[in-house]
């Protein structure tokens, strides 16, 4: 079955503590993003990377950090979080063919 | 500021009644766009898109009218249905860079049985 999977997908945690959301894709799709969700702002790129090594800034990019060392993979780094990131958090995967599959989501609360 | 706008955060319909759901853009560079859908819980799924080149695009119940002249695109669902309800995303893209996508804030569908 053609997915995107995420983990953890419910986290809280304390202002600091260095986290880690994996991103896996069995699509062998080259273009993957982060996306976070907020009430009323809708769905904001974080990074995008379009293929292995290869990823660039979206539109909010302050705070996180991402690596492609693998295609099937991209992980969302968060050093130092802090409470204005707690947010609703989307991996997405494409091919280029325009349209993209989305993970199911993981819930953060920073305290 | 936001350069994908929904200004409906919510829209009720009767069931077997059409649904319209609007978007406004300002970058006059997209040139691709889609819509998704989200049910709770759940990722974003691609519903319907079109290209700059086309004013209309049409797959089963779910049609897409794009008014480039007025940076408007609007998604109607006919006839709606209850599994209809969800919360609908317009979003753009640049043919140059399609990794690079712009979300609206997202309207949240009510269809009443």
């Known amino acids: 079955e053609a997915q995107v999977t995420q983990n953890p997908r419910y986290l809280i945690t304390v202002t600091g503590k260095k986290l880690t959301v994996t991103c896996s894709q069995n699509?062998?799709?080259?273009?993957m993003s982060w996306y976070r969700q907020d009430p009323g702002l809708g769905l904001r790129q974080i990074y995008y990377?379009?293929?292995?090594?290869?990823?660039d800034k979206g539109d909010v990019p302050e705070g996180y950090k991402v690596s492609r060392k693998e295609k099937r993979n991209f992980p969302l780094i968060l050093e130092s979080p802090s409470p204005n990131q707690t947010s609703l958090y989307f991996c997405?995967?494409?091919?280029?063919?325009?349209?993209?599959?989305f993970g199911p989501g993981t819930r953060l609360t920073v305290l | 500021d936001q350069q994908v706008k929904q200004n409906s955060p919510s829209l009720s319909v009767q069931e077997g009644r059409i649904s319209i759901l609007n978007c406004d853009y300002t970058?006059?560079?997209?040139?691709?766009f889609l819509w998704y859908k989200k049910y709770p819980a759940e990722g974003p799924t691609f519903l319907i898109s079109i290209s700059s080149i086309k004013d209309k695009n049409e797959d089963g119940r779910f049609t897409v009218f794009l008014n480039k002249s007025a940076k408007h695109l609007s998604l109607h669902i006919v006839p709606s249905q209850p599994g209809d309800s969800a919360v609908y995303f317009c979003?753009?893209?640049?043919?140059?860079?399609?990794?690079?996508?712009?979300f609206g804030p997202g309207t949240s569908l009510s269809v009443i049985p």
């Open positions: 699509m062998n799709h080259e273009y």
């Open positions: 990377s379009m293929n292995v090594e290869v990823t």
């Open positions: 997405a995967s494409s091919s280029g063919a325009k349209s993209q599959f």
């Open positions: 970058n006059s560079m997209f040139d691709y």
């Open positions: 979003a753009a893209s640049f043919r140059t860079s399609y990794d690079k996508v712009i």
